[in-house]
Each structure stands twice: as structure tokens, then as C-alpha cells.
């Protein structure tokens, strides 16, 4: 009988990528077109409101009807670029010239196989600090980066560990 254990949270990978290119080609190739790996995430999220509606004559209920979607922003944290694709991407917009990205973020098992992954469209990196640098100890440079987005999707990933 295979074991199947939790998947731990703590091995994501972050790709950019254009509109044109499909997020599932991306992630066929998803070692080759990475721009950073993050221990930490936060913000896949999605909080659907709802509209309150007082029916004349029903003065036991009040229906509720959706209205629209507000998205929370990506956090990666405590992580490291691999490339300076994250810091030109952020600098863009500093300098007036960026552009949005769309993008992947995937959960990877201990073997970095994806299990899990979520795209997001439109993506604006709102945040980036980098690494805290200290000669007297010898941690592992960080990175941080927060990425305010207009949707997120699940991607359909086999979902083994």
C-alpha cells in the first residue's frame, strides 16, 4: 500500500510569464523559465461580497446575493531569485515603464516535482525587499515580494506527493 504523506509548505516556485504564452507550457518546463524560490506564501486568496437584499414582506430573512470578487495580494517570503527577473520586473514600474506580468506560483513536493500550482493574471509587484545582508553571520540572503493581481486560477496539476 503507497503512503501518502501531508505536502509540506514550505517549497514554492515563482515564474513570470506573458499573456500569450500558456501557463501550462510554463509549467512543462517549469525549472527552465523560474524567476525564484520561496519558503514562505500567503495571499492565494479570493473573497467573493455579497450584496444584502431586504424583501419586502420577509421580515425573517435577508437574501444575499454576490456581487463581485476582490483578490488579496500575493506574499512570497524568505526565498531567493534566481535570476534579477523580479527586481527588473519591480524597478520597471519604479522607473515608469513597467509592465503587468501574469504568472504561476507552484507548490513543489520534497522531490521539487509540482503538486500544486496557482496562476494569476495581471500581476503588479507592489513590494520588493531584498536580502539582509550581515558579514558577521551566515545566513542565507531573502527576499521578499508582494504582488497585487487581478485573478488567480488553480491549475490542473497531478496532485500526487
Excluded at 461580497?49 to 446575493?65: I, P
Aim: aromatic residues 8%; contains cysteine.
Amino acid at each position: 500500500m503507497m503512503r501518502v504523506d501531508p505536502l509540506r509548505g514550505y517549497n514554492f516556485a515563482v515564474a513570470l510569464v506573458d499573456s500569450t504564452t500558456s501557463i501550462l507550457a510554463v509549467l512543462a518546463s517549469i525549472t527552465r523559465s523560474l524567476a525564484g524560490g520561496f519558503s514562505e506564501c500567503s495571499g492565494l486568496e479570493a473573497t467573493l461580497e455579497v450584496e444584502d437584499y431586504r424583501e419586502g414582506g420577509r421580515n425573517d430573512t435577508v437574501l444575499k446575493f454576490p456581487t463581485r470578487v476582490t483578490w488579496s495580494s500575493i506574499r512570497l517570503r524568505r526565498g531567493m531569485a534566481l535570476t534579477d527577473e523580479l527586481w527588473q520586473w519591480h524597478n520597471g514600474f519604479v522607473q515608469g515603464l513597467g509592465a503587468r506580468r501574469d504568472g504561476i506560483v507552484v507548490l513543489q513536493n520534497d522531490l521539487h516535482i509540482p503538486v500544486k500550482g496557482w496562476a494569476f493574471t495581471r500581476g503588479l509587484p507592489v513590494k520588493w525587499t531584498g536580502p539582509s545582508l550581515d558579514a558577521a553571520q551566515s545566513r542565507v540572503a531573502i527576499e521578499e515580494l508582494d504582488i497585487a493581481h487581478e485573478g488567480l486560477e488553480l491549475l490542473p496539476i497531478g496532485g500526487g506527493a
